[in-house]
Structure formats: C-alpha cells, structure tokens
C-alpha cells in the first residue's frame, strides 16, 4: 500500500465548477500537509500547505485535512481553464515528503 | 518567492555518454537538496536528499554509482547520470529547502528531460 493515495483521474469539469481533490494517507507522523500543482513539462509548485487537522483558505483554493480519518482534500472554487494542471498531494515527516500519484484536472471553456 | 533554476530543461544524449543537470537556488541558501525522477503519469520518485559539503543519501534501489550527486557549495547541486542508457530517459526534478521542512518550504526547479538515443 503507498503512503500516500491519490486518484488519478483524469477528472474533467467545465468551467466555473467546483473542483474537489482528495488524497488518503497512512503514515501518522505526518504533520504537514502540501498540495501541489504541476504544469505539463514543469517542476510542481507549491499551492498551499496545511499544519495537523484543519482548513486553510488561499483566494480560490482551500485546503483540509482530517487527521482522523487520514483524509486531504483541495477545494477549488470557480475553477478556470488555466487550472487544469495536474495536483499533488504531500505528506511531511521530519525532513521527507511523500507525493501522492497526482490527480490530472481539465477544465474545460 | 524563492527560486529554483534547473539546467538544461531538455538534453538528448546518445547510449553511453554522461549528462550533468545543475540545480541552483537563486535567492536562497539551500543547506538541502533533493533529486527526483517523474516517469509520464507517474508521481516524483525521490532518488536522493543532497546535503551541502556531504555525501548523498541514496533512496533503496537507486544506482549512486550511476547518479552521481554533487552539492558542492549551499546554491549549487548537480546529477550527474553516467553511461547513460534509454532506460534512463525521464524527467528529473530537483527540490530544494529554504528554512525548515515543517512549514512547507520546499521549492520545485523546473525540471529537465533527458532522453537517452
């Protein structure tokens, strides 16, 4: 079983709608919590990261993690075209950080 | 934000030759590096954590002989993938830490794909 798992999709929605990614993981030691999207061709880049259990809310985009049950989620609202990108999740013990396989989003005009 | 520079982007290299890939932070001093190999549709695989003026720790399974790792100044990290052979051909990316793991500071270079002829 990987660490971290992640839905690959791809998961397409048209635009304006609302976009729910989830990640389930199963190393306790994890604290924090990243999401990552990654362009075609690109290194990711970090979106948002969330510390033990909670929402935290950046522009469009809010994150949560629910400790209990081991369970990451990436809300976007009103999402757009230039969205579509695929998402990475991420768990980080100490030093290391473990991805999840990503979650491929189009959002179609 | 902090910068991460990858180069070359893209190298085509022929069966048997070595290609070097530098990895620079730009606008901090990154005690620790990262290096890790994306195949298509595939999450990163993490190959090794490069630590400035020490020796690489390799990943289980991961060749150090043939990837050999270089963090010879706290800006400056290199992959150097020997002899190189088609099945090499992927998509490296380096990462690297500005400050501590914990808050989420881990910046992504853009990557370079190498293929292997």
């Known amino acids: 079983q990987k660490e971290v798992e992640q839905d690959p999709g791809p998961l397409s929605v048209p635009e304006g709608a609302i976009v729910s990614l989830n990640c389930t993981y199963s190393?306790?030691?994890?604290?924090?919590f990243m999401w990552y999207r990654q362009y075609s061709r690109k290194g990711p880049e970090l979106l948002m990261y969330?510390?033990?259990?909670g929402n935290k809310e950046d522009g469009r985009f809010t994150a949560q993690v629910d400790k209990s049950s081991k369970y990451i989620s990436l809300f976007i609202r009103d999402s757009q075209p230039s969205d579509s990108a695929t998402y990475l999740c991420?768990?980080?013990?100490?030093?290391?950080?473990?991805f999840g396989g990503g979650t491929r989003l189009m959002v179609k005009p | 934000g902090a910068v991460v520079s990858q180069h070359p982007s893209r190298v085509i290299c022929k069966s048997g030759t070595s290609v070097k890939i530098e990895c620079r932070s730009l606008?901090?001093?990154?005690?620790?590096m990262f290096w890790y190999r994306q195949f298509p549709k595939q999450s990163l695989m993490l190959m090794a954590t490069?630590?400035?003026?020490?020796?690489?720790?390799?990943e289980q399974g991961v060749e150090k002989d043939k990837f050999l790792i270089n963090h010879a100044s706290l800006t400056l990290s290199t992959l150097t993938v020997t002899s190189a052979h088609p099945e090499d051909s992927s998509f490296y990316i380096c990462?690297?830490?500005?400050?501590?793991?914990?808050?989420?500071?881990?910046?992504f270079g853009e990557g370079s794909r190498l293929t292997v002829l």
């Open positions: 990462s690297a830490i500005s400050g501590s793991m914990g808050s989420g500071e881990l910046f």
């Open positions: 190393n306790s030691a994890f604290q924090y």
């Open positions: 969330t510390y033990s259990s």
């Open positions: 991420a768990g980080s013990a100490g030093n290391m950080l473990t």
């Open positions: 606008d901090f001093q990154a005690t620790t």
């Open positions: 490069s630590n400035e003026g020490s020796k690489a720790t390799y």
